[in-house]
């Protein structure tokens, strides 16, 4: 299966706009040729530091200027999240992502406790993400020798309808953040929401940055938004299911070998609805009650889902694609 990172916004379009059935067959016949097609990853996710953001998000329930009915929450101590960590393995999960509301991570007493965190969960043999804001190689190096495996950190949406959304940094910001977790080795997840307002275009073109990256996210996870009462987006309409899968199909067809995550908005999608996500390329969930703030389903609700769907949960520290093989760049 050929990587290719030179794909134009018209190649994109011409996929994205397949009738919908060609479009969810095409990226299932690609996702089959992964001889693990069935497999499903399992990451759960805890909220270290909950609420009092300084950014401005549209979306985020978590942002200190929008009146949220979230509670503030300082930095949760190492056993606490050990804790968590043993009750999300306990429950099929192979990895743990950590995140904080914060802007950017500071070289202070805080970053040292997560990285004590990341060390300890490490060791319980879960593959542990991060997503902590902005960060430098400095610091992005430090998590990777913590034992940190991924970071997450999202474009959330097109470079021309950022500014629509976030203004207190930039696309390049963020771009810059992935650059310094990409060198520092970390396995880079990043993907977007869905769901903000965004034309088809800014979609596409979200979806053309992603995967002309110099290497392909390792994982790519695809939010539905969930609009929260007290933020400027609260009003906005759930994106309708093909939607959603119109994504999901796109991106398992550009980004072959990249985990795909059916992300936020689960919660409000039932069974045969996620099966099609499944179908159409999406290998990996946040699973656990609770995705940072938000109602997510439990874990048994889930392995329900698996059983019947003959999907199973995918062991930690897989090889995935730009972090253990070489990328095939076409020119
Ligand atoms: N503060 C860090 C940052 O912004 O990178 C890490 C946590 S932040 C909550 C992680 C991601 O969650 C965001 O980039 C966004 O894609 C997603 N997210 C936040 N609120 C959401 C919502 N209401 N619906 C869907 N996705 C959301
Ligand atoms: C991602 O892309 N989605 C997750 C994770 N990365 C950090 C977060 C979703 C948050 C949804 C809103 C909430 O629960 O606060
Ligand atoms: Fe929410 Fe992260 Fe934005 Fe803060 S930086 S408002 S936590 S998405």
Redesign the pocket.
Known sequence: MQIKNNWTLNEIQEIYYRPLLDLIFDAATIHRENKAYSEVQISSLISIKTGG?K?D?A????AARYNTDIEVEPLMTVEKVKARAAVAKANGASRLCM?????EVRDNKDFERVLEMVTEVNEMGLEVCC???MLTYEQAERLKEAGCFAY???I?TSSDNYQNIITTRTFDDRINTLNNVRKAKLSVCC???V?LGETDDDRIKMLHTLSTMETHPDSV?I??????KG?P?EDNASVPINEILRMIATARIIMPKSVVRL???RNEMNIAEQALCFMAGANSIFAGEKL?T?PNPDFDTDMQMFTMLGLTPRKPFKETASTNQPVEITA
């Not at 995140?99 to 802007?103: E, H, I, K, M, Y």
């Open positions: 953001c950014e998000c979306y985020c329930p978590q995140g904080a509301a914060w802007r997503t902590l804001g997450n950190h999202n959330d993907g977007g929401i769901g996870p939010n539905r938004l969930v609009p929260i933020t987006l992300s936020a908005g940072l938000t």
